[in-house]
């Protein structure tokens, strides 16, 4: 595969924004359940050089991330993703973190990355573990208009 990372463009934004739906419980991660995240993707000056797009050769969107240094942590950077609702659940999750990380290593002074995921989503933390990400915390987060508990995962490079 000859994927590309590249800075998240506007009309890909959009399309992550308006167009990526979810199914079942998974739709929590729609764009416009939470609006906070909606205009963050959606505004370039609130977007800032901290989102990316993950295409493949024929430029096609497979996926985003951001990546944002954790304030007073030297090298280390939380990183949240997500692929394109009809990639999930194919087993293409590995490659695409695995790509992320690598591209984080590469253009970032990474010493340690942070995932934060979901309680529910055990499909993610599974994924995460198999990579080496290990638990570091459990805590409350205010997300979609309420309360939701994630999980904190840490892998050291």
Do not use: C
């Amino acid at each position: 595969m000859n994927e590309i990372i590249q800075p998240l463009s506007q009309r890909n934004a959009l399309i992550i924004a308006d167009e990526w739906h979810y199914s079942g419980q998974y739709a929590f991660y729609d764009m416009t359940a939470d609006p906070e995240d909606y205009q963050e993707i959606i505004n370039p000056a609130l977007r800032r050089d901290v989102y990316y797009e993950f295409l493949d050769h024929q430029q096609k969107l497979l996926g985003f991330f951001v990546i944002e240094p954790v304030n007073g942590s030297k090298g280390t950077y939380e990183i949240g993703l997500g692929l394109a609702p009809s990639l999930t659940g194919h087993g293409l999750g590995k490659n695409f973190l695995e790509h992320i990380i690598s591209y984080a290593i590469t253009h970032f002074s990474v010493k340690k990355i942070i995932l934060d995921v979901a309680e529910f989503n055990t499909r993610a933390q599974k994924l995460y573990r198999s990579i080496g990400f290990k638990q570091a915390r459990q805590h409350e987060q205010e997300t979609n208009n309420s309360t939701y508990t994630f999980i904190e995962m840490t892998k050291d490079f």
